[in-house]
Structure formats: structure tokens, C-alpha cells
Antibody, heavy 115, light 106 residues
Framework: QVQLQQSGAELAKPGSSVKISCKASGYTFTSYYISWIKQTTGQGLEYIGYINTGSGGTNYNEKFKGKATLTVDKSSSTAFMQLSSLTPDDSAVYYC????????WGQGTLVTVSS | DTVLTQSPALAVSPGERVTISCRASESVSTLMHWYQQKPGQQPKLLIYKASNLASGVPARFSGSGSGTDFTFTIDPVEADDIATYYCHQSWNSPLTFGSGTKLEIK
């Protein structure tokens, strides 16, 4: 069965970076894009961008350019998102999701930014 | 960005029919999708491309609409349907989500 397994919760200091992973299984990894979505209580669900898992090409929501960097390791069927220059506003649950009309989601990774 | 406007909350009794609306600030064709999210869980796709039932989703759930006006219906509502429901458009970039409609059971 299709699964997207995300890495565990992160506690990070302001100004630092974190890298979240999303390991796919149960399907041909390079057949579907992986998207990333941010969820906060205040802002709801926000689309960060997607990565073409075959070519590595990316597309970002303007809001997250410079904040998020999406990469992929085809050998391990894993997508990554690095968040840089963290501020408390980056505290959120981050999800990866497959394809379009996201039928499959990871379980979410909680990122807490605090000094 | 395309803004999706949903009513914030609804309360219904089990067995009743409930309709949730989602209005887009510009046309999204039929690329509107609906998700259910329960506390502590990831969103679950219920309806894709406005009116298509996702795999394994009961026929109590349905969707309709095109352009800027969309509706999502649960008929009949069950107690387990307590959740927040989100609409999401994938026609315009960036993709956007509605703010969610919290469904409460009377």
C-alpha cells in the first residue's frame, strides 16, 4: 500500500535550519510529484511547493521562496524539505503529499522554533 | 492568490444532511478537492475534481460545482463525521486551501 513516512518532530533555535524527510513506499516513486504543505492554527493549510521526483525540478509558492528548499533522493525514494533561517512563525506541522488532489499524505512533522 | 471562502462552523444532528460551501475568488474550473481532517491526523481526500469520490470513501459524501462555487454534502451525517473539512484548488498557482469548516454534531 502507498505510504509516505515522515521524519520525527524537530525542536530548533531561531536562525537555524531543519531538514524533514518523506520516505515513499508502495508505488513507483518517480511517477508522482511530492508536494509540501504547512499547517498552523492561525494560517491554516498553506502550499509550499512541489518537486518533480523524476527530474528534481521544483516549483515554489512565492511566499516560501528562500525559506524552503526541496530535494529528492531517488535511490531511497525519499523527498526532503529544508527550512532555513527559522523564526517562530515557521513553527507548524509540515506534511508531504503525493501527486495532485492529494490522495496520500504523510503523517506530518511538527517543527517547533524556540530559543 | 486564489482565496477560498468557507463558512467557519456548522452543527448538525446525526441522520441529517449537511452542505458546506466553498467560494473561490476566481475560477478554478473543476479542480476543487475536499478533505476531512480529524484532530491529530493528516487530511484525508474525500472528493477530487469537484465531484469524484475518492477510493474507499462512502457514498454519503458528495461534491458538486464548477468555476467559483462549490458544495460538499454529507447525507446522512454520522457521529464519526466530526471533523474539519477543507476545500482545496489546484487550478491556479499557488495552490490554495480554504480555512476549513468545523462540523459539530448536535
Amino acid at each position: 500500500q502507498v505510504q509516505l513516512q515522515q521524519s520525527g518532530a524537530e525542536l530548533a533555535k531561531p536562525g537555524s535550519s531543519v531538514k524533514i524527510s518523506c520516505k515513499a513506499s508502495g508505488y513507483t516513486f518517480t511517477s508522482y510529484y511530492i508536494s509540501w504543505i504547512k499547517q498552523t492554527t492561525g494560517q491554516g493549510l498553506e502550499y509550499i511547493g512541489y518537486i518533480n521526483t523524476g527530474s528534481g525540478g521544483t516549483n515554489y509558492n512565492e511566499k516560501f521562496k528562500g525559506k524552503a528548499t526541496l530535494t529528492v533522493d531517488k535511490s531511497s525514494s525519499t523527498a526532503f524539505m529544508q527550512l532555513s533561517s527559522l523564526t517562530p512563525d515557521d513553527s507548524a506541522v509540515y506534511y508531504c503529499a503525493r501527486g495532485w488532489g492529494f490522495a496520500y499524505w504523510g503523517q506530518g512533522t511538527l517543527v517547533t522554533v524556540s530559543s | 492568490d486564489t482565496v477560498l471562502t468557507q463558512s467557519p462552523a456548522l452543527a448538525v444532528s446525526p441522520g441529517e444532511r449537511v452542505t458546506i460551501s466553498c467560494r473561490a475568488s476566481e475560477s478554478v474550473s473543476t479542480l476543487m478537492h475536499w478533505y476531512q481532517q480529524k484532530p491529530g491526523q493528516q487530511p484525508k481526500l474525500l472528493i477530487y475534481k469537484a465531484s469524484n469520490l475518492a477510493s474507499g470513501v462512502p457514498a454519503r459524501f458528495s461534491g458538486s460545482g464548477s468555476g467559483t462555487d462549490f458544495t460538499f454534502t454529507i447525507d446522512p451525517v454520522e457521529a464519526d463525521d466530526i471533523a474539519t473539512y477543507y476545500c482545496h484548488q489546484s487550478w491556479n498557482s499557488p495552490l490554495t486551501f480554504g480555512s476549513g469548516t468545523k462540523l459539530e454534531i448536535k
